[in-house]
């Protein structure tokens, strides 16, 4: 499967960005998926998680009560809707299929796709 990020862009802050991830190549079916971003000259932090099979959706501390994560299981899309940005948001999103492991680690994902660039301006 390939995964392809879209939705970034330029928002100031307090405003709201939906990202998508789409796969190619082979259906999300029993996959699990997380959103990772990255900072410059920072590692690559955990943003969300959501199991496949039942939607559970698991955040990290970044995105708690502020960005929520869906999927579509017809568009073969899992989103990302984020919403009161802050500049500290701003980084390259990417998505990545579970395969074992911490969800909060990069190390447990595979499948990386070209990120999507969010902007937050003060």
């Known amino acids: 499967v390939q995964l392809q990020a879209s939705g970034g862009g330029l928002v100031q802050a307090g405003g709201s960005l939906r990202l998508s991830c789409a796969a190619s190549?082979?259906?999300?079916?029993?996959?699990?998926l997380g959103w990772f971003r990255q900072a410059p000259g920072k590692e690559r932090e955990f943003v969300a998680f959501?199991?496949?099979?039942?939607?559970?959706?698991y955040y990290g501390d970044s995105a708690k009560g502020r960005f929520t994560i869906g999927r579509a299981n017809a568009e073969n899309t899992v989103y990302l809707h984020m919403n009161r940005l802050k500049p500290e948001d701003t980084a390259v999103y990417y998505c990545?299929?579970?395969?074992?492991?911490?969800?909060?680690?990069?190390?447990?994902?595979?499948?990386w796709g070209q990120g999507t660039q969010v902007t937050v301006s003060s």
């Open positions: 959501i199991r496949w099979s039942d939607g559970s959706p």
């Open positions: 190549g082979r259906t999300f079916s029993s996959y699990d």
């Open positions: 990545g299929t579970w395969l074992r492991g911490n969800v909060l680690e990069t190390s447990s994902y595979s499948n």
